[in-house]
């Protein structure tokens, strides 16, 4: 077992050390661990959607959401096997094709574990998901400048839904032992619902966000039971340490609590929960497979045609779902004085920023869509040509192998965020690059970038030094490219997303006693 006492970067990353996590290996470890007692994961996303399919007469489709959470997780169920993922259901498609109790066999084409699909109402939605989380805890956790809004009813339905989300866990489970672990800010009260009822289960819960230093923290009217409901949990994991010590720190300053900084342990009404820093990641190995596949080929040849590609000495790529936090404009603003201090890349270059719009009702994302639009049109007004556009902006829903072809398209993949817990599009970029070639220019305000010190680091809000680095990345000779890629790929290989389930399964488990 992995010691995890310490931060997980203090873990040795030596294959020979560690022993290179895998599937077949994480399947065969969690086959022991939890031989006795189930995996219940929870989270408000689900792993697969069901759609009536329009076009061929109400017949029944599905595919995998897009998402870094849903991306990292379902290969690790896939790989345990026999577990039950718990999440909110959408549309008829997903009433369809579930049982009486809301059950569905999942992935469709090869069941590997059980899909339990919660329904809410309109009010719960807008009330727990749009706001309280998305207005209030988003931005309060990535300390962007948009004040977050908290407002009692919303609260309300937050915790109401986290409750039947407890209430439906304790349904399946059934009064027999399990290991249920949390996902995100979304549900961060689970963990006390069901410690109330059962408290012999063991409870671990992820927070694949920021989190913020206190003083942002306890702007927040209903922090102590948000704290309260994380503490219930037997571990929670957050993605780098910083994060770690700022919940601790909050931890000190607003609750009664025993504080063992040495062993990362918060000590509460007599209960005791590891804080520990595992940082998420990708399942290379699939993702070099659809990499290397006919399918990403094909999509290759696609995307050169319908954006012209063939024509441009550079192709830079920003690819995120539309939120503030990602830092758009600011990459936009980057690529604008790249243009005015360098013109010799007029009609040499090409910036494709492509993703998926979201959250459309909340208005900071209106506003975002709006903001785009226009520094876009100002930049081609400027910098353009009648044969050239130096922004292609393209708002579509992707797939994996779309991901996959835009992904060794680009010479350079700009990552800007402001703020993120990981960034998981950094790694995809690098898992993606089988020629070993590419550019990676990285925020660092990304959880990614305590690993990857070979990517190009920026403050995005810095847009001097941010056009400073878009022209290294391209002027980068082919050898460091291949260097830093190389060591990049290394690390990505290593700290892969079964070794971020793997560990925190085993410190469930040995909390668990299993």
Not at 260 to 267: A, G, L, T
Request: net charge negative; glycine share 6%.
């Amino acid at each position: 077992m992995l010691d995890t006492n310490s931060g997980y970067q203090d873990q040795p990353t030596d294959a020979t050390l560690l022993g290179q996590w895998t599937q077949e290996r994480l399947s065969g470890v969690a086959k022991e661990l939890f031989a006795n007692a189930p995996l219940v994961v929870v989270s408000n996303r689900e792993p697969y959607l069901h759609h009536l399919s329009r076009k061929s007469k109400g017949e029944l489709t599905w595919r995998r959401p897009p998402g870094g959470l849903v991306s990292a997780l379902d290969p690790v169920m896939q790989a345990i096997k026999g577990g039950l993922w718990v999440a909110q259901g959408v549309g008829e498609g997903d009433r369809i094709s579930v049982d009486s109790s809301g059950r569905v066999p999942v992935p469709p084409d090869k069941p590997a574990y059980t899909l339990k699909r919660l329904w809410l109402q309109q009010p719960e939605i807008e009330g727990y998901y749009e706001r309280f989380a998305n207005e209030g805890l988003w931005p309060l956790c990535h300390v962007v400048f948009h004040r977050p809004r908290f407002q009692a009813s919303d609260w309300e339905h937050y915790q109401k839904v986290n409750k039947r989300f407890a209430d439906a866990i304790l349904e399946e489970i059934d009064g027999n032992p399990a290991f249920v672990w949390v996902q995100d800010y979304h549900l961060c009260l689970v963990p006390y619902y069901l410690r109330e009822i059962r408290p012999d289960l063991t409870i671990g819960i992820s927070w694949h966000i920021p989190w913020p230093n206190p003083e942002i923290f306890r702007t927040c009217p209903y922090g102590g039971q948000l704290l309260e409901g994380l503490l219930a949990a037997d571990i929670i994991g957050f993605h780098i340490r910083y994060h770690c010590n700022n919940f601790m720190a909050t931890v000190e300053q607003e609750l009664e609590a025993r504080l063992d900084r040495e062993h990362s342990r918060v000590v509460r009404l007599g209960h005791e929960t590891r804080v520990l820093d595992v940082p998420i990641s990708v399942d290379s190995e699939e993702e070099e497979e659809v990499a290397r596949s006919q399918e990403a080929a094909d999509q290759m040849e696609y995307f050169q045609v319908l954006f012209n590609l063939e024509k441009y000495d550079h192709i830079l790529l920003g690819l995120d779902r539309f939120d503030y936090t990602k830092g758009i404009p600011e990459r936009l603003i980057a690529i604008d004085k790249l243009l005015q201090d360098h013109p010799e890349y007029k009609e040499k270059l090409v910036f494709l920023q492509v993703g998926e719009v979201s959250r459309m009702q909340i208005p900071h994302y209106q506003e975002l869509n709006l903001e785009v639009e226009r520094l876009t049109q100002e930049i081609n007004d400027r910098h353009g040509t009648a044969h050239w556009l130096p922004i292609i902006i393209w708002r579509h829903p992707i797939e994996r192998a779309d991901l996959m072809a835009l992904y060794q398209l680009a010479d350079v993949c700009v990552v800007s965020s402001l703020h993120d817990g990981m960034n998981l599009v950094a790694k995809e970029y690098i898992a993606s690059r089988v020629d070993e070639s590419g550019v990676l220019v990285l925020s660092r305000f990304t959880g990614a970038a305590r690993e990857l010190p070979d990517a190009l680091l920026i403050n995005p809000y810095d847009a001097d030094d941010f056009a400073s680095k878009l022209d290294q990345a391209i002027q980068m000779p082919e050898a460091q490219k291949s260097d830093r890629m190389r060591r990049m790929r290394r690390v990505v290989r290593q700290n892969n997303i079964y070794a971020w389930a793997g560990r925190f399964l085993q410190e469930m488990a040995r909390v668990g006693g299993a």
